[in-house]
DNA sequence: AACTGGATCGTCT
DNA sequence: GACGATCCAGTTG
């Protein structure tokens, strides 16, 4: 199980070290397979400006959960690292509690289940009021991967500040991504 | 496969 | 009052 101390690292490190370990809702969700760093020193980051009432859990210690809710509609799941700074969590492999993510999601194929930060909030039932929950305590549950799996890194999705800097982290070959590398980029 | 527009509202300027 | 760290359905090629 990942402790609370895991998470005071730089956020590149924790983005990294993250991939392929697994995220449980409730009992529900299945293995990190895509991330996105954000930081105070980014202009896409929502910490770039400093603290607001939305934000302020990026600021508080790490290993809590920061939920905000985007275009109205949809949640966005993050783990807070050292202040300021934080790993958005952007698609799982689906594993436990498959029966519910389908029924959550309009029983869609499971390579769709989790394959975007909006999706896998709706899948393992994650809103706002889940916002500065501690992620090493019930109902979160994290379990470092077994296994390194390869990682690549490309540019961030969506954002267009800082659009250019490369700080979305995959599972090198998962299907289960939101969107493929735009040109893979093996990492170390 | 790639692009378009609509939904929908909290947050910050 | 404008704008998203998004998703989906629809159209076009």
Partial sequence: MLNKSFFDQPVLDVAQEIIGATLLFNGIGGVIVE???????????HSFRGPTPRNRVMFGP?????????YGIHHCLN???????????RALEPVQGLAAMRERRGGLSDRQLCSG?????QAL???????????????FALKAAEVAHPIAAGPRI?????AETPWRFVQ??????SRPLPKAQPVL
């Avoid at 991330?35 to 980051?45: G, L, N, R």
């Avoid at 969506?158 to 800082?162: E, P, V, W, Y």
């Avoid at 090198?172 to 991504?177: I, N, Q, R, T, V």
């Fill in 79 to 89: 783990f807070v690292c050292r202040p300021g700074s934080a790993v958005l969590i």
């Fill in 158 to 162: 969506g954002i267009t500040k800082g």
């Fill in 35 to 45: 991330v996105e760093a954000y930081d105070e020193t980014d202009p896409a980051s």
């Fill in 125 to 139: 039932g994650i809103d706002l009021q889940h916002d500065g929950l501690g992620l090493d305590t019930p109902p």
């Fill in 117 to 121: 930060p909006g999706k896998l909030a």
């Fill in 62 to 70: 790490p290993g809590h959960a920061y939920v905000y809710k985007i």
């Fill in 172 to 177: 090198a070959g998962s299907c289960y991504l």
